[in-house]
């Protein structure tokens, strides 16, 4: 395989064709999570009694600068990633977040976007686009004020997140994506005010069902929205169809209305798994790397990048995850895997 050599501090690296997992399973898309803060306390994410003022957040030391971050995605690269998401916790709590973004930028034909809660956007989204960026999501559970506070457990309104829709759109970061977990008895009100919202924004809500990612949210079965019922409830007031995927791998099943005002998607985890088509891998604030949302534990890259590993020694500790990887735990889940220890989706990104 031809590439171009990798340098710590840049990003500059040619595409190489794809590692496979057990399950032949491509490596497709990496997701770097570059803070383990966030300015909102979501109950099905991050929840206050548990991320109170007395929990350890990671030291400045244990996170991975940049110029390691860069050095690993370019790796990944090399092992045939191609799309990659900057998240956190809040990413945009991140300082200098733009200067990631002008690294990363620089992988030959990598696509690049963000995931956010969008209210540090109207202050940084011009210099993400400036940098590079191509796209972001955006949280938002409810246009109603009391739901997204109460969800988010946030005393940010919803028009600071329209803000930053705004904001995005003006500097270009499109089409904008708008991830909305759904819970039972929360904000199913939430479905067809968003899909109405939205219509003709050229902007995609995507419903995802309410998961049991990490051990702290409280995950029953029981307040899980399935993607049947969503489906139902916005074909009842506009006719819709299945439209295809994007590309080999897509979490988010796509719809379209039929009348040509928009598209949305559903991330439905529970109810519909997608393990089979699973091409993502997880890169952890301090350097883990992890191969299932719903994972134990990760492997340590930040030791042998610390410890002078050169580029050829952590393509292999990288490919030799991915080849023996077999993770299929949606399509496993049962009681007796839910109780199985989970790393917090706070420290993964998602």
């Not at 990496?30 to 909102?40: G, H, M, Y």
């Not at 050829?312 to 299929?328: H, K, M, P, V």
Request: aromatic letters at 6%; a negative charge; glycine letters at 10%.
């Amino acid at each position: 395989m031809t590439v171009t050599e990798t340098r710590l501090g840049g990003a500059s690296s040619a595409l190489g064709p794809p590692v496979v997992d057990r399950l032949r399973r491509p490596l497709h898309d990496v997701r770097i999570s570059v803070t383990d803060r966030c300015n909102f306390r979501c109950t099905y994410c991050m929840p206050r009694e548990v991320f109170g003022p007395d929990y350890q957040f990671l030291r400045r030391d244990e996170i991975l600068s940049f110029e390691e971050i860069s050095r690993l995605a370019a790796l990944f690269a090399r092992l045939g990633a191609r799309k990659f998401r900057i998240t956190g916790g809040e990413p945009l709590l991140r300082k200098r977040i733009d200067r990631l973004v002008k690294m990363l930028s620089g992988i030959e034909g990598a696509d690049l976007a963000l995931t956010t809660n969008g209210v540090l956007l109207p202050d940084q989204a011009e210099a993400l686009a400036v940098a590079g960026l191509e796209r972001v999501t955006i949280s938002l559970d409810s246009l109603e004020d009391h739901v997204h506070r109460q969800m988010g457990d946030t005393t940010a309104p919803v028009d600071s997140v329209l803000a930053g829709i705004s904001a995005a759109e003006r500097a270009g970061l499109t089409p904008i994506k708008i991830n909305t977990v759904v819970r039972r008895d929360c904000n199913e009100s939430a479905i067809l005010d968003l899909v109405r919202h939205f219509r003709g924004s050229g902007h995609i809500v995507r419903f995802i069902e309410f998961m049991d990612v990490g051990m702290t949210n409280g995950w029953s079965l029981g307040e899980v929205v399935p993607a049947d019922e969503i489906l139902a409830r916005i074909g009842e007031v506009y006719p819709i169809e299945p439209i295809d995927a994007n590309y080999p791998g897509e979490v988010a099943r796509r719809y379209r209305l039929l009348d040509g005002s928009g598209e949305f998607g559903i991330v439905a985890s529970v109810t519909r798994p997608f393990c089979g088509g699973c091409t993502r891998a997880r890169l952890s604030t301090d350097g883990q790397l992890f191969t299932c949302l719903f994972a134990s534990q990760g492997l340590d890259l930040r030791g042998p990048l610390r410890a002078d590993a050169d580029d050829d020694e952590l393509l292999a500790i990288i490919a030799g995850r991915w080849q023996s990887r077999n993770d299929r735990y949606s399509e496993l889940r049962s009681k007796a895997t839910v109780e199985i220890p989970r790393i917090e989706m706070s420290y993964i990104g998602g």
